[in-house]
């Protein structure tokens, strides 16, 4: 479940109090299960991916738009489908005047295709997740792609320019 470290990433890039205060926020997993056909040697782990930050003493959009950046490039069908989006969920819990605990929920999917190696083991390879297919000249990508701090289509995080 590779995803849990690269929302880890793409937050403590584009978030000084994630970079400065390592400790006061983590990303887990909920719940989750495994879901295949049977039909090819393939499987998807969909799970509850859970951000939790305490004593945030910032504005929620310090988080928000980074995770939103990340949906765009590991899970742009919860970004893009307004049926799914509405399950992109979120907590807040005031400590006082400046500080509060906040709490996101998502779910997400990784695809992973089983092979054998050269000594005939089985070996999983997560797959990235395939590009929407949307109009170009606005939205999403024009917000988000090429971007410094931005996670990559390949994973990678771009370098500030």
Same mark, same amino acid.
């Given at each position: *479940?590779?995803?849990?470290?690269?929302? %880890?990433?793409?937050?403590?890039?584009?978030?000084?109090?994630?970079?400065?205060?390592?400790? +006061? @926020? &983590?990303? @887990?997993?909920?719940?989750?299960?495994?879901?295949? &056909?049977?039909?090819?040697?393939?499987?998807? /782990? =969909?799970?509850?991916?859970?951000? @939790?930050? *305490? !004593? /945030?003493?910032?504005?929620?959009?310090?988080? &928000?738009?980074? $995770? *939103?950046?990340?949906?765009?490039?590991?899970?742009?069908?919860?970004?893009?489908?307004?049926?799914?989006? =509405?399950?992109?969920? @979120? &907590?807040?819990?005031? !400590?006082?005047?400046?500080? +509060?605990?906040?709490?996101?929920? *998502?779910?997400? =999917?990784?695809?992973? =295709?089983?092979?054998?190696?050269?000594?005939?083991? +089985?070996?999983?390879?997560?797959?990235?997740?395939?590009?929407? %297919?949307?109009?170009?000249?606005? #939205?999403?990508?024009?917000?988000?792609?090429?971007?410094? #701090?931005? $996670?990559? /289509?390949?994973?990678? $995080?771009?370098? +500030? %320019?």
């Amino acid at each position: *479940m590779l995803k849990i470290d690269s929302l %880890r990433a793409a937050l403590t890039q584009a978030n000084t109090w994630c970079q400065a205060n390592p400790e +006061a @926020f &983590t990303v @887990f997993v909920e719940e989750g299960g495994v879901e295949t &056909t049977g039909e090819t040697p393939t499987f998807v /782990y =969909r799970y509850s991916l859970v951000l @939790f930050a *305490m !004593n /945030y003493p910032g504005s929620l959009d310090d988080f &928000t738009l980074p $995770i *939103m950046a990340w949906l765009w490039f590991n899970e742009p069908s919860l970004l893009l489908n307004p049926e799914k989006n =509405r399950e992109l969920k @979120f &907590t807040t819990l005031i !400590n006082s005047d400046s500080t +509060a605990d906040l709490l996101f929920e *998502m779910p997400v =999917r990784q695809r992973v =295709r089983v092979t054998r190696d050269e000594s005939g083991a +089985a070996v999983a390879e997560h797959l990235p997740e395939p590009r929407p %297919r949307v109009i170009t000249g606005g #939205g999403w990508g024009e917000v988000f792609d090429n971007i410094p #701090g931005v $996670i990559d /289509y390949d994973g990678s $995080i771009s370098s +500030a %320019r």
